[in-house]
């Protein structure tokens, strides 16, 4: 059984900073992207930013410049550094990743989500 467990969302003013953990355990033989999504109240869930296992990484335009993703691949972890927070960055946030939990096939997994409220 795989699990996605996040830590670090919390309450921050504007201007703040957040750094978002997300951490892979049980059965796995290889993970490929990572990634973290965000789902604000009344609106769907968006890419916030993905890596590859290789370290490549892409960023929605809203958080491009003060977000960053990066990754443990010996800790099965990533992780989001999110700076110069505003209001509209406020949301539930959800890790995802493609897991492979043995040599054939792999599998979407989510996070239980993770709350980040910017708010003075």
């Known amino acids: 059984q795989v699990q996605l467990v996040e830590s670090g969302g919390g309450l921050v003013q504007p201007g703040g900073s957040l750094r978002l953990s997300c951490a892979a355990s049980?059965?796995?033989?290889?993970?490929?992207?990572m990634g973290w999504y965000r789902q604000a109240p009344g609106k769907q869930r968006e890419l916030v930013a993905s890596?590859?296992?290789?370290?490549?990484?892409n960023y929605a335009d809203s958080v491009n410049g003060r977000f960053t993703i990066s990754r443990d691949n010996a800790k099965n972890t990533v992780y989001l550094q999110m700076n110069s927070l505003k209001p509209e960055d406020t949301a539930v946030y959800y890790c995802n990743a493609d897991i492979a939990p043995h040599r054939r096939g792999s599998y979407d997994y989510w996070g239980q989500g993770t709350q980040v409220t910017v708010s003075s």
């Open positions: 890596i590859t296992s290789g370290g490549s990484t």
């Open positions: 049980g059965s796995i033989f290889s993970i490929y992207p």
